[in-house]
């Protein structure tokens, strides 16, 4: 304000009537007040600032609280699919290994049914070759009487 009123002085010393110079001064005050910034518009400038530093912390706190809650989540989701595949793998071996069981024991009752066809064909062979006998006998005893 003191600059206005030695420019107000200046201006007047130098022979400008005296209301133009309260007109030059008048506008140069209307444009300080418009463009220039004073110490409370710093000021409250510098709160804002603050205010905004502040909420952005938080914000990246809280951002960084649901990230870490997210990652814990998926670390556990991924220990249950870890778990879930080591049960199926252990079915599914268990699996294949009562179906090796399987298979080894077909061989075994393969062999046992050929068994019992050779046994029962030995006896069907037997049989045919007593009645063919007996026929071939009685046929002779036939002839011969």
């Not at 990230?67 to 595949?85: F, G, N, P």
């Not at 071996?93 to 066809?117: C, N, Q, Y």
Request: charged share 30%; aromatic share 2%; glycine share 4%.
């Amino acid at each position: 304000m003191n600059a206005l009123y030695s420019l107000y002085d200046a201006l007047v010393s130098i022979n400008v009537p005296t209301d133009k110079a309260r007109a030059v001064v008048d506008a140069m005050e209307r444009d300080m007040a418009a463009i220039l910034a004073t110490k409370r518009d710093v000021e409250l400038l510098r709160q804002d600032v603050e205010g905004l530093r502040l909420a952005a912390k938080s914000d990246i706190e809280l951002l960084t609280q649901d990230l870490d809650s997210a990652r814990l989540a998926a670390k556990s989701d991924i220990e249950l699919l870890r778990q879930d595949l080591d049960s199926a793998r252990l079915a599914t071996k268990s699996d294949v290994e009562l179906l090796r069981k399987d298979v080894e024991g077909v061989p075994l009752a393969a062999k046992s049914d050929i068994e019992l066809l050779r046994a029962s064909m030995t006896i069907r062979l037997g049989s045919m070759l007593v009645v063919g006998l007996g026929i071939l006998l009685g046929t002779l005893r036939w002839v011969i009487h």
